[in-house]
């Protein structure tokens, strides 16, 4: 069944630090209309500017995500991000008064029992979901991080994680539906170790960050003189070094908490896509860095899927467009190479045409005698005419046109065409014509099978 688009039922507030500015922050999270999305606004600066929570806008992801559009920066997302995903919400509007959201107690915890209490309005329209359809993997060789999506019917994570550490060791995290991420993710608190703090303050971060908002992880044994000066720097009368490897009176909320923090800070991540996923994810050591690349790959793959045309109408009782004898006059093509029957829609940038396959087609002599089999390549032409016809429908004399392949990509062929399949083809245009170069993505369908898809790229040019 079909689910609807969520947004909250009423607005909801929180008042903390920032991790790395160290201001004060407010922050406001609005109910927003249907396909609205996610969306910070900087509402300390002149007209209020607005940064979509989208893959592309992603400018820095070392210790934190930082989204920056027109010069605005907005940092340190990933945690209400993942709330938000975590807890089915498509739209909201999130006000801040800051550079940087609030860190909080370094989890999500207070975002999702804030979402929870608010509770959640489902909204008209239906909830799109970017759908895994093959495997697909993300390596960074440099780090050897990777991260693999395979289809599935829901979102699911696993996460590894190994910093060669003794006190860390190899933790594995995995939520098996968003379900539970609300008990299970989003608690998890962020981490540092014990020898990075000092290089972080000296390059202007964590002004913020304190013994309350982050697990602090100590690798060796530390002096009460040093553990004495960490205390002055950051306000505290006592720190202590527990013997688990901990600093200070830190319980750990999870055994594998850092693993289950790496898993939250993915999530918050991927939202970056646009669209609820739905797919299994194995992460090996992710970072903010591959899971905003991947992020920004699928989100391409998302907003392609999202060009695909759905399956044509084609009713026989209705008047074509253009018949044979108008598609002849658009066509440089003659039998037996013209493929195309009819054109029953055209618009701007997408058309619909038709070719009746019977068994008087010459390529069946040969193709095959025992088992009539229309060849793939001419799918792809009797496609390409229908593109054509899009195109030189555009200019006033097409006679004096033609169009020339340059390149034919991502061709998959679904299902055999056989006589008596009636073909349908839809081609839609995947951005606007420059200087007479076409790129189109083609579908191909008998009934409401695709049976074929691929995208081409041509080249318009007057005849000598």
Known sequence: MQQKQQTLKKSISFTGKGLHTGLQVEMTIEPAETNHGIKFQRIDLPEAPIIEAFAEHVTANSRGTTLEKNGIKISTIEHVLAALSGMGVDNALIKVNAPEAPIM?????????????????AQDDDRWYFEIKEKYVYYDEATGKEITFLPDDKLSVEVMVD???????NQYARLPDLG?????????????????????LKNNLIKGGDFDNAIIIVENPVSQDELNRLAAIFNKQTVERAPEGYLNHLELRFPNEVARHKLLDLIGDL??????IKGKVIANKPGHQINTEAAKVLR????????????PRYDPNQEPLFDINGVRKLLPHRPPFLLVDKI???????????????????FFVGHFPDEPVMPGVLLIEAMAQVGGILVLGCVEDPENYSTY?????KVKFKKKVVPGDTLIFKLVLLEPIRRGIVSMLGQAFVGDTMVCEGELTAQVVKNK
Do not use: W
């Open 105 to 121: 107690d370094g989890s999500a915890r207070a975002y999702t029992e804030a979402i929870a209490g608010a509770g959640l309005e």
């Open 180 to 200: 539970h991420f609300a008990t299970e993710i989003a608690p998890c608190r962020t981490f540092v170790f014990l020898h990075e703090l000092e290089p972080l």
């Open 344 to 362: 029953i829609h055209r618009e701007e940038t997408n058309v619909v045409g038709v070719k009746n396959v019977t068994m008087n087609e010459p």
């Open 405 to 409: 392949f340059l390149k034919v990509d």
């Open 271 to 276: 939202s970056l896509v646009g669209f609820p």
């Open 163 to 169: 910093f060669n550490s003794k006190v860390v060791g």
């Open 300 to 311: 391409k793959m998302a907003k392609k899927e999202l060009q695909k045309p759905a399956t």
